[in-house]
């Protein structure tokens, strides 16, 4: 089988490495090189890493209008793979492999197409999600479905954490049905559209929580965004971030007031009060929030 990838992303890397594993991936097509890290030096997506050291060729175009050439310069193609590449391919691409191109898509289709399944999952309280592997069309994820596998998430997992599953997931999945979709073997299912949910990309401006709503909703959202853009309120004008936090048997505090018992960091909610487990002032790393809270020199106010 031949086939050509397309990813940029950590959570992509494992379907990549999956495929070599069956596959003669003849080529890996990425994103530019994008500056990472407090550095902001320009650096190689983490698919283009791996790509390197599996001593794969490596294309990384500029704009969509260069990808229909690069595909037709690897020869026949069986199949071509796609996982989080973040570049709209156009139905010239999608025509040039012989099978056409399946994309890994972090949920179960019809439901959160889109930029951020994982998180509006979560977001939206979600007890289950999944992998669907999908026969590409020139819509966003509205192609039919090949295969699916279902995941439960986990009340106590950020979406990176469960952005990490999934992808573990799809990369098994893939291995398990991409060799007899190529042979003609799977008929795929047309998704539900009276079903359909969007998956709308994360903005930093919804990272800042409301701290009157429940303590429900809030742990949603601190999971949500974790670990980018990060969860935050406001401490005396500047942007205080809450990496990790958990429910509990505490003090009754108004939304947003915050207490230190000697032994744990409380943030109080339109509900429950919430213990903070891990915070990070401004300026800062992550930190134990009781660490936090103990080196404080004064009182410690309450987060808007």
Do not use: C
Not at 31 to 50: C, F, H, N, T, W
Not at 96 to 113: D, E, K, M, Y
Not at 175 to 184: F, H, N, Y
Not at 246 to 259: D, Q, V
């Amino acid at each position: 089988m031949r086939a050509v990838f397309f990813g940029t992303p950590e959570p992509a890397t494992a379907s990549l490495e999956a495929l070599v594993g069956f596959a003669d991936v003849v080529g890996v097509v990425t994103r530019p090189d994008a500056a990472r890290g407090r550095s902001k030096k320009l650096q190689p997506s983490p698919v283009a890493e791996v790509a390197a050291r599996l001593a794969l060729p490596i294309f990384k175009p500029s704009h969509g209008s260069d990808i229909a050439g690069i595909v037709a310069g690897l020869g026949q193609l069986d199949v071509g793979v796609v996982v989080a590449f973040g570049m709209l391919l156009s139905s010239e691409v999608l025509a040039i492999p012989r099978a056409g191109l399946v994309n890994v898509h972090f949920s179960l289709l019809p439901r959160w197409r889109g930029a951020a399944p994982v998180e509006r999952a979560i977001l939206a309280g979600d007890e289950v999600t999944g992998v669907s592997i999908m026969s590409m069309d020139v819509g966003l994820d509205t192609g039919p479905v090949i295969a699916t596998s279902s995941v439960s998430i986990d009340p106590d997992k950020s979406a990176g954490e469960l952005t990490t599953r999934l992808a573990a997931e799809g990369a098994s999945l893939l291995s398990r049905v991409l060799p007899a979709w190529t042979e003609g073997q799977i008929e795929p299912v047309i998704q539900d559209e009276s079903a359909a949910t969007y998956a709308h990309k994360l903005t930093t401006s919804e990272s800042r929580l409301d701290l009157s709503k429940s303590a429900e909703e809030i742990l949603r959202s601190i999971r949500a965004f974790e670990p980018r853009p990060g969860a935050h309120a406001y401490l005396g004008g500047d942007r205080f971030k809450i990496r990790n936090a958990a429910p509990g048997e505490g003090p009754r505090l108004a939304p947003g007031e915050l207490h230190f018992d000697g032994d744990r960091l409380w943030v109080g909610t339109g509900t429950d009060p919430l213990v903070l487990r891990v915070v990070q002032p401004p300026g800062k790393a992550p930190m134990d929030g009781a660490d936090w809270a103990r080196g404080r020199s004064q009182d410690l106010g309450s987060l808007s």
